[in-house]
């Protein structure tokens, strides 16, 4: 009877113990499957709100999951919600010092905030953890905030030269050595971003304009303008590639070109005006 009851209770035990393993697992189910809700409504602006909802009840189920602070801190910083994302991060690197990407993240809202220098430390830390381009980027990125432009470029330099396909490192490449008036390497980077771009697109135009006046300031007015009639070709009406035009008839001394230039533009000026009787009198 004794051994009968004895079993009987080790049976209970087990039983008790595999009931509270079962609702754990199934706490951390649905967690799970709260947190893959919250990311794909993450993923639509629609749903944002829900996806930040949707993470929390995953949050009161799993408290102490740093992957899920570490979401929740993405979806506010999105929002523009930088404090509380801020303090969501540090939460997650509480629970897991060692994950990369919430450093990096943590850099990025530091950012937001407009706090640099802590946003500086906290991608070197990303990066000691896990050496990635995207790391490297974000920390020029932080540089040339900074005014230190050198070493953005010297940054974004080693990572364009593993991978000189890497349209974000290009593109930001080039805004920092247009910065530092590195003409002939904004040059470069234009070009290749140019050629990577769709025909005719926003940032075909775009990187056209800018390489357009980096020809100008290098005094290599051919290229200069045969850049901005390119532009012009395809945006006419352009009001952009109309000025440059005029700055490059200026500044290469051709003065009937630059008038009949600067009339074309009052002419783009006119008609960008709403008409006279839609007009606010002062």
């Known amino acids: 009877m004794k051994a009968r009851l004895k079993v009987f209770v080790l049976l209970v035990v087990f039983a008790l113990l595999m009931v509270g393993s079962t609702c754990d697992a199934r706490a951390d189910s649905r967690a799970k499957a709260l947190q893959k809700q919250a990311l ?10 829900l996806a930040l909802r949707h993470i929390n009840e995953a949050l009161k189920l799993e408290p102490d999951s740093a992957e899920f602070w570490q979401n929740k801190a993405l979806f506010l910083k999105v929002s523009d919600e930088g404090e509380t994302a801020l303090a969501c991060i ?46 490297s980027v974000l920390k020029a990125t932080i540089l040339s905030v900074q005014g230190k432009l050198d070493l953005a470029e010297k940054q974004l330099d080693a990572v364009i030269k593993l991978n000189s396909h890497d349209r974000i490192a290009r593109a930001r490449r080039a805004n920092v050595a247009k910065a530092a008036r ?8 234009y070009s290749w971003l140019i050629s990577a771009a769709p025909a005719k697109s926003v940032s075909y135009y775009d990187n056209l304009l800018d390489r357009s006046y980096a020809y100008l300031e290098l005094k290599q007015y051919d290229k200069a303008l045969a850049d901005c ?22 500044r290469s001394g051709n003065t009937s070109e630059a008038r009949r230039a600067r009339q074309a533009l009052e002419s783009v000026d006119d008609d960008l005006k709403p008409p006279k009787s839609y007009r606010f009198k002062d």
């Open 40 to 49: 794909s409504e993450y993923r639509n602006s629609k749903t944002r709100d």
């Open 182 to 189: 590195h003409w002939s390497k904004a040059i470069d980077d």
């Open 90 to 135: 540090r939460r997650s690197i509480e629970l897991d010092k060692k994950v990369d990407y919430s450093h990096a993240l943590k850099s990025e809202i530091l950012m937001s905030l407009n706090r640099s220098d802590e946003a500086l430390r906290a991608i070197n830390t990303a990066i000691s953890l896990k050496s990635r381009p995207e790391y």
């Open 229 to 250: 009639k390119a532009g012009l070709a395809g945006m006419p009406t352009a009001r952009q590639f109309n000025v440059a035009l005029v700055k490059i008839y200026e």
